[in-house]
């Protein structure tokens, strides 16, 4: 990584603020901390974190509400955004990616899993990366050609349907990134599009088929990432 990272940390519960950011703190981040959303929108403002831990439940002003609010700044576009949450349900990881979130965590907290978990995060930070667009992107044995449509595996070329192309565009555009089934829908296919609701999972398992299945995990309950 190319730089000290900022971590915002936002908590309405002061011992989870402390053992957070105690543990961040021992990997060289830099970290503040806010126990509400009005704080933590004005620490955005005036220090730009690279990335902000949000806590879901908290009064007056949720974590989906304060996520809304630094996403619809066009100056926050660079700010990674990952939900911490008690509620393990699929429906509430799904509305966390669907309100702009790059990830989430489960509480109880364990420290190794989170310092692993953001540190995959900042990987995918624009800081870390040359802003000029590459053509060519290598991933393992994978090398994809986005000019030319073009795939290889080792040396071998791989044929992909349009679809399935844009596909692996879109969820290797962000290695680490869970893509939620409405995202993919969206952006693969345009939301005026009515498919069926087995058309992600057979585009996926084609792909599995085609490039081999360590690539691309299943989140249950929520969507697909790629991994290499």
Known sequence: MTEQFKILLVDD????????????EKEGFLVDTATNG?????????????????????????GFEVCGKIKSEKENS??????????????????????GAD????????????TSRIKAL????????????????NFGDLSIDFETYELFLGDQKINLSKKEFNLLKLITSKPGKVYSRT????????????????????HIRKLREKIGSKYIQTIKGVGYKFDF
């Open 78 to 99: 660079d700010i990674l955004i990952c939900f911490l949450t008690a509620r393990s349900e699929s429906f509430t990881q799904i509305n966390a990616l669907d309100n």
């Open 13 to 24: 519960e002061e011992d989870i603020l402390q053992f957070v950011k105690y543990n961040l």
């Open 103 to 114: 990830d989430f965590i489960s509480k109880p907290i364990k420290p190794r899993v989170l």
């Open 38 to 62: 009005e704080r933590a929108l004005e620490l955005v403002a005036s220090s730009k974190p690279h990335l902000i831990l949000l806590d879901i439940m908290m009064p007056e002003m949720d």
């Open 122 to 137: 900042l990987r995918r930070h624009p800081s870390n990366y040359i802003q000029e667009e590459k053509s060519i992107k």
């Open 183 to 202: 995202e993919i829908f969206n952006k693969v296919w345009g939301q005026d599009v009515i498919v069926g609701d087995r058309t992600i999972d057979v």
